[in-house]
């Protein structure tokens, strides 16, 4: 296995004993609840997951994933997410690095990118372009609609039907009252716009969940509407506690997915990647607003 070079190595190995979860090689996505110093495989795991660096299966006659893996081939990525989340750009894997990628978040790609052509992956969002600090999908059909429906096709014990939409008809209000749409709970039998549901590990839509910590929830840009919670997380239906996370703030944010906006870069954004537990983010910013209204101008 390839191994950090000695300047990372220090680095990451000062910060090993604040860190309780890593990456995991199973899947890019989920972190592993240990302290040892992750390797450079999972690494590139994290930064191909959320859309630093291209993935092996995009490219169909090449053999770009089966180069061995070095510190320097992940520089150009390593920069890339540093300037994403507006660290300190060394290409280098330094402590506050690691840290930000420790930090809980969406599972849905910072940069998702159109695989090579012969490639296709359907339902999954283009390339971005950024305007300002959000931005939003292309290669994507945005609604025609201005009333969109939803529905909830699964729950758990500790978030009763009840709860759950009552939360997410708070979130709805908020893109109504910034955005020209309208939304309202789908009727028996009828097929909804977006579909919100609890789910664990592999659930069919090719984004495992991790678990308990990090991956919190995912949702597909327009016209997919799938908004897909972590049910292993330990969610509040109320005020967070220190470990909980608040399933209001994360409904929000994936709402934004479903209607076409991809991450803010503007930490204070909703639309931002991270949130980490016991905190609330329940009210949109500016940057959330310009982004919804600059993808679906008021006529």
């Known amino acids: 296995m390839a191994q950090l070079n000695l300047c990372s190595l220090v680095l990451v190995a000062s910060f090993a004993l604040l860190l309780a979860i890593h990456l995991s090689a199973a899947h890019p996505r989920k972190l592993m609840k240990s302290t040892k110093i992750p390797s450079l495989n999972e690494v590139k795991g994290y930064l191909q997951a959320y859309g630093y660096m291209e993935r092996s299966e995009d490219h169909p006659t090449g053999t770009s994933g089966d180069s061995p893996i ?14 994403w989340n507006h660290l300190e750009v060394t290409g280098k894997l330094n402590s506050e690095t690691i840290a930000r990628m420790m930090t809980p978040r969406c599972g849905t790609p910072d940069i998702v990118r159109i695989p090579d052509k012969g490639v296709h992956h359907e339902s999954k969002p283009g390339k971005f372009r950024v305007v300002a600090h959000y931005s939003f999908f292309k290669n994507m059909n945005p609604w025609s609609q201005r009333q969109l429906t939803y529905s909830f096709t699964s729950t758990i014990p500790s978030v009763p039907i009840g709860d759950l939409r009552a939360i997410c008809t708070r979130a709805f209000q908020h893109w109504a009252a910034v955005s020209p749409f309208q939304f309202r709970e789908a009727g028996q039998g009828e097929v909804a716009n977006i579909m919100i549901g609890f789910y664990t590990g592999d659930h069919g839509d090719g984004y495992p969940f ?54 803010s870069q503007d930490p204070d954004a909703v639309m931002y990647a991270y949130i980490n537990t016991g905190v609330i983010k329940r009210q949109l910013q500016q940057d959330d607003i310009n982004g919804i209204q600059a993808l679906y101008p008021s006529k």
Do not use: C
Not at 70 to 75: A, Q
């Open 70 to 83: 070095t510190e320097s081939s992940l520089k150009p990525a390593i920069r890339m997410y540093q300037e």
């Open 210 to 263: 991790d678990g308990l910590g990090h991956t919190w929830a995912h949702a597909f840009s327009p016209r997919d509407g799938r908004l897909h919670y972590d049910g292993s997380e330990n969610w509040s239906i109320s005020t967070p506690t220190t470990d909980q996370t608040d399933l209001e703030s994360v409904t929000l944010h994936e709402i934004g997915h479903t209607l076409g906006l991809a991450h």
